[in-house]
């Protein structure tokens, strides 16, 4: 109840006293004053503002452990993959970018997706800093105004793709799919094989009936007969291969180029440029080790993925590597994706490619 009285009202109580009883000994007065005052200062020591030495070292303690805990003031790098992106898979599975970044103070996090579209919708949401996908998701995120920036591509392969059908599909070539169930990631590499694969056949887009499906769901439709026929891409592709009596229609060779681009946030890019760089160095060093030892890729992966290594080694020999800069002919290709997807009105708006293609990639 101490610290409801000021210390002020006390002093106040003791002139008043003091003009009451002025002619009373002065004795008296002074061990009254003294008394007030003692109590003042008890007041003080016990009012919940004052900092003493406990409350200075709390503080100083609290203020030290902020600073010094781990990565307070490092950067993050928050890196998106999926499983058809191996070589991000072995990056983050050998830790050498861990290692690589360390000396800077920097860190890495990772977050795996089913597929390219919602890798970039996180992109687009600011929770991942650099990633990888096919040619088609970079195409829809340009056209919805993600900001994000080329920063490099893989070959990786036509072999890699392709739509099937079970083997005892009546269905013989693309040109049967008019009127039937479709089953692809839309907005992913295989929706764009799907365009190109109707036009060569001589059939719109609105001849078949799309059904977008991720991978598994796709796959689980595509078992039970939900749908006439899937376009997949490796590992996935090769696993049906292994797994389902299937048939292939056609994979991406003289259709589509079938490329994978590694993307960052644009705020990333401008605002880490030495750590970009390192990120993009240490993706390279594992690309190459992985282009000479498919079944040492196919081992890594394998617990990690959840699929058979003999399967896995499948899809690693038919794919290509490299981590390499975007040329012009490169981004006219790209241009002609995002192009094609224009003209049906998958995306609302055309897009320029080269304008967001990272100048510091060649």
């Known amino acids: 109840m101490l610290t409801k009285f000021s210390p002020f009202r006390l002093l106040e109580a003791g002139i008043t006293f003091l003009k009451k009883y002025q002619k009373q000994n002065i004795h008296t007065l002074s061990l009254l004053f003294a008394v007030g005052l003692s109590l003042t200062f008890v007041i003080s020591a016990c009012s919940p503002n004052t ?18 805990s781990p990565n307070s003031n490092s950067i993050v790098v928050r890196i998106g993959y999926q499983k058809a992106a191996t070589v991000l898979y072995a990056l983050k599975a050998k830790g050498e970018l861990e290692k690589a970044l360390k000396a800077s103070g920097a860190s890495v996090t990772w977050t795996e997706f089913p597929a390219g579209p919602p890798m ?20 829809f995120a340009q056209s919805g105004g993600t900001p994000f920036v080329y920063v490099a ?30 089953a692809f990631a839309k907005g992913s590499n295989t929706n764009y094989l799907v365009v190109k694969a109707l036009e060569k056949a001589g059939l719109q887009y609105k001849d078949i009936e799309p059904m977008g499906l991720k991978p598994a769901d796709a796959r689980a439709a595509f078992e039970s007969k939900k749908v006439d026929a899937w376009a997949i891409w490796d590992p996935y592709l090769a696993a049906a291969e292994k797994a389902i009596s299937v048939r292939t229609l056609t994979d991406a060779t003289g259709l589509a180029p079938n ?14 440029l030495d750590t970009l760089k390192t990120v993009i160095d240490e993706v ?22 959840g699929i058979d290594a003999a399967v896995l080694e499948i899809a690693e020999k038919r794919r290509e590597y490299g981590v390499l800069p975007l040329t012009d002919e490169v981004i006219t290709k790209q241009q002609e994706v995002a192009d094609a997807f224009y003209k049906i009105k998958l995306i609302p708006k055309e897009v320029n490619v080269k304008e967001i293609v990272w100048q510091n990639n060649k």
């Not at 900092?51 to 609290?62: F, P, S």
Request: aromatic letters at 6%; a neutral charge; glycine letters at 6%.
């Open 51 to 68: 900092r003493d030495n406990t409350g200075t070292n709390q503080t100083a303690q609290t203020t030290e452990t902020t600073n010094s």
């Open 153 to 182: 591509y893989d070959p990786l392969s036509t072999k890699a793709e392709a739509i099937i059908v079970r083997q005892d599909s009546p269905i013989k070539s693309v040109a049967d799919l008019k009127g039937k169930k479709v």
């Open 284 to 305: 390279k060093k594992v690309s190459d080790w992985a282009k000479n030892n498919p079944p040492e890729v196919a081992k890594l992966l394998s617990p990690i993925l």
């Open 120 to 139: 970039l919708e996180a992109l687009n949401a600011g929770s991942i800093d650099f990633g990888y996908t096919g040619e088609a998701p970079p195409v």
């Open 259 to 272: 490329r994978g681009y590694y993307l960052a946030a644009k705020s990333f890019a401008d605002s880490n």
